[in-house]
């Protein structure tokens, strides 16, 4: 039986995240990852991001403990007439079955997320050779499947075994007629029995061959149709065979590797980048460093830590800080991909912002018109205001926000009059005010609006195509997720949660016409100082920790142009907002319908029968 989920990738029969881990094998493990990617999706245009996603996740992967080298390579379009989507097929060679629990466990590829299609995330025991890089510099790769049944009994292990001994046989008679070993067109070869992640999966032997780059198809495919003539006899067993070449293979070793290629200095930040975040202005480098004093149970310790200084009498801080987490590779696999929580793009409350020095009596009484206007439109509406306190310069940035009924937001009337409204009030200021924009978001939740009186509103600036905004739905959700607590308990907050998420989604109405969209949160903060605190330690902890923090603000900053974000206290509500609030309250329940039942017209006679009058 195997030990754990029946649906990760499994060694020996034990779960990457089983308990029995400890028991995996000390020998070397080869993952055998196989990407397939989103239509127009390409890692080998530098232009794209995907692109640079998956050269920092190639760095990553090089740091993790019991890593050893990596090959890497498109598939050649030739022998894939089933798909043109971009396929791409990965070995990694780890010291032992700790190193591939290690790499299972850990963040991985999934700063691709988003972009694949599938993937297959599977490991044979095998090794490669240490030097193959010396004799492979310009070589490419033949993967060979042999499918057999899963009824495949273990009484027929033997069977296994000669398998194996006839792939060995028959392969070494490849280079056997030229003279020298260095004139022969097969660099090196092996082969090993997948390891199973299901019992009822069927049985599948790989071979691998290493080819010089030069070697022309037609001679591969000779060989290859010589190979089956040998193992006609086994191969009339099985239930299928799959060969596919790869186009050049790239090389990563953790000694090849040159300070230029993958180094682990902090990431340079992109030189059209901007941003006033205080987060994703964070340098971090993308290295393996979890342990069990920062990771363990599946926790963040060091946020659990900040929960407990947060509660204790007297604190010993304002509340708790951000708590790490990631997508582990072992979740990227054949049998499933993790879920990505699509963001609404249905907005439902309008935002208007614009830039002014509040101190100007003439636009405070403009800008005050202008809520009582717009609080005219519809019944005692959800309607908040506040200024940017982290605003520099002359002027205030000013934030007012609006949610319209869903029956009148949708009338034609209604919109109209409130772009009037708008319209007027620009009017009115003139030069006194500046960068006026106009733009709807996702209502925050009502609840926690009404506890917290700062709000941080955060805009990415993200590219119009659709697989990078699918990545930036997949990386925002473990930003949100940091602003949680870890405990075991049944809420997601606490009394001691520094930042409470309030709303997210794409933004709709942009004013300004560019060639990004817009996708935009609102965190809220109940607590004196707690924001400036939790922005801190996430800054801190991410310099040192890219597993835990590090990767979301680098994931987010390669997806993103420019990110700004408004530190608003919201202001009181006007007296006259009080006063219609409470009137509204006191106001008398409208009369209830009359039912049919209520009709004079409709009487019950002695008879025990309806009779209805004539009209």
């Known amino acids: 039986m195997l030990t754990g989920r029946m649906d990760t990738p499994c060694l020996n029969n034990i779960a990457y995240n089983s308990k029995q881990t400890t028991q995996l094998p000390a020998v070397p493990v080869l993952s055998i990852i196989h990407f397939t990617f989103h239509a127009g999706v390409n890692i080998l245009e530098p232009s794209q991001l995907a692109s640079i996603l998956w050269q920092k996740s190639l760095k990553f992967v090089s740091t993790i403990p019991g890593f050893q080298q990596l090959y890497w390579a498109t598939v050649d379009a030739d022998t894939d007439t089933a798909s043109q989507d971009q396929q791409v097929i990965v070995l990694i060679q780890w010291d032992s079955g700790h190193g591939w629990k290690l790499f299972q466990s850990s963040l991985g590829f999934a700063m691709m997320l988003g972009y694949i299609r599938n993937i297959s995330n599977?490991?044979?025991?095998?090794?490669?050779?240490?030097?193959?890089?010396?004799?492979?510099?310009?070589?490419?790769?033949?993967?060979?499947?042999?499918?057999?049944?899963?009824?495949?009994?273990?009484?027929?292990?033997?069977?296994?075994s000669d398998f194996r001994s006839k792939w060995e046989s028959t392969i070494s008679l490849y280079p056997s007629n030229v003279t020298t070993e260095s004139e022969s067109e097969l660099i090196h070869y092996c082969g090993e029995w997948l390891e199973l992640d299901h019992p009822s999966e069927g049985q599948f032997f790989i071979g691998l061959l290493f080819w010089k780059s030069d070697t022309v198809g037609n001679q591969r495919e000779a060989n290859f149709h010589n190979f089956r003539h040998y193992i006609a006899d086994l191969v009339k067993d099985t239930t299928g065979v799959v060969s596919a070449y790869t186009n050049h293979l790239n090389k990563v070793s953790f000694e090849s590797a040159t300070p230029e290629q993958f180094d682990t200095s902090p990431t340079p930040i992109a030189a059209q980048f901007e941003t006033n975040h205080p987060v994703f202005r964070t340098p971090v480098k993308p290295k393996y460093n979890v342990d069990e004093s920062t990771f363990s149970e599946n926790r963040d310790q060091l946020h659990l830590e900040s929960m407990r200084q947060a509660r204790r009498t007297p604190p010993q801080r304002i509340a708790g800080g951000p708590a790490g987490s990631w997508y582990p590779m072992g979740t990227l696999c054949q049998h499933h991909l993790p879920r990505r929580q699509g963001y609404p793009r249905n907005p439902d409350m309008e935002w208007i912002s614009f830039r002014a020095q509040l101190e100007d009596s003439r636009v405070t009484g403009l800008f005050e018109d202008l809520r009582r206007k717009l609080w005219r439109i519809g019944d005692c509406p959800d309607l908040f205001w506040g200024k940017d306190q982290e605003e520099e310069g002359g002027s205030d940035r000013i934030s007012l926000f609006m949610e319209l009924e869903a029956s009148k937001g949708q009338q034609p009337e209604t919109r109209g009059q409130f772009q009037q409204f708008i319209k007027e009030f620009s009017d009115r200021c003139g030069d006194a005010i500046h960068d006026l924009s106009h733009r709807r978001i996702v209502r925050p939740i009502p609840i926690f609006m009404g506890l917290c009186r700062e709000i941080d509103i955060t805009v990415f600036h993200i590219s119009e195509n659709e697989f990078d905004q699918r990545s930036v739905e997949y990386a925002f959700s473990l930003f949100k997720r940091t602003t949680h607590q870890q405990q075991r308990v049944q809420s997601i907050h606490s009394p001691w949660s520094a930042i409470k998420a309030l709303s997210e989604g794409w933004l709709s109405d942009q004013s300004e016409q560019t060639d990004t969209i817009q996708f935009v949160s609102v965190?809220?903060?109940?607590?004196?100082?707690?924001?400036?605190?939790?922005?801190?330690?996430?800054?801190?902890?991410?310099?040192?920790?890219?597993?835990?923090?590090?990767?979301?603000?680098?994931?987010?900053r390669t997806l993103s142009k420019h990110i700004t974000i408004q530190c608003l206290r919201l202001e009181n509500d006007d007296p006259w907002m009080t006063a219609d609030k409470h009137a509204k309250r006191e106001r008398p329940p409208s009369p209830v319908p009359p039912s049919i039942f209520d009709i004079p017209w409709a009487n019950n006679s002695k008879d025990g029968f309806w009779h209805v009058k004539s009209l």
């Open 122 to 160: 599977r490991c044979i025991q095998i090794t490669l050779p240490a030097n193959l890089s010396r004799v492979s510099f310009d070589s490419v790769l033949e993967i060979v499947s042999f499918q057999f049944s899963d009824t495949l009994p273990t009484a027929q292990v033997d069977q296994k």
């Open 523 to 556: 965190f809220g903060c109940e607590k004196e100082g707690a924001r400036e605190e939790w922005y801190s330690d996430f800054a801190q902890r991410a310099q040192t920790q890219y597993d835990l923090l590090g990767h979301i603000i680098d994931w987010l």
